[in-house]
């Protein structure tokens, strides 16, 4: 009932389900995949660009080679993944807790509620907040920021 597949290879399964590309896949309810070898895989995900995965309900990615593996999840850029419900992970991020945000190149908010941003930023605890150049935030509550810079104690 109201699926749309269009291009080559492409699969739309559901209801209100749009594929449109080469090898998309789109098979949630209202899900879309576009572009080439895109999956949107629950309900209200979309999935778009090149390599990208949109498995979470209502997530999205784009870019390439990016995942959206929660509810409420996006990813964007390059192998950026939003791995915890309700997290962002855009550039080369990675945004592992829940309510988590990570951006830039080789960032990663590792629990949920931490946020990263800047080149190789490191969030590992709760709340925790990195930002810079090769920062750690690595207790609850902690933030970091600058050049090379550690918050070892809670704040």
């Known amino acids: 009932e109201a699926a749309h ?10 209801i209100y389900t749009h594929a449109e ?8 309810l209202a899900t879309h995949a576009e572009g080439y070898d895109t999956t949107a ?18 997530s999205h990615a784009e870019g390439m080679g990016t995942v959206a593996n929660n509810k409420n999840s996006h990813a964007e850029g ?4 939003a791995i915890g419900e309700n997290s962002h992970a ?6 592992k807790g829940n309510f988590s945000h990570a951006e830039g190149y080789n960032t990663e908010a590792k629990t949920d509620y931490s946020h990263v941003e800047g080149h190789s930023t490191l969030a590992e ?6 930002e810079g150049y090769y920062t750690i935030a690595s207790k609850r509550y902690s ?10 104690t809670e704040a």
């Open 41 to 58: 895989g629950n309900a209200y995900s979309h999935a778009e660009g090149r390599e990208t995965t949109a498995t979470g309900e209502a």
């Open 90 to 95: 855009e550039g080369h991020a990675f945004a």
């Open 125 to 130: 605890d709760y709340a925790a907040h990195a």
């Open 78 to 81: 390059y192998e950026s993944e």
């Open 21 to 28: 590309g080469f090898k998309t896949e789109s098979s949630g």
């Open 143 to 152: 933030h970091a920021e600058g050049e090379g810079t550690i918050a070892a």
């Open 5 to 14: 597949a269009e291009g080559c290879q492409t699969e739309a399964t559901a």
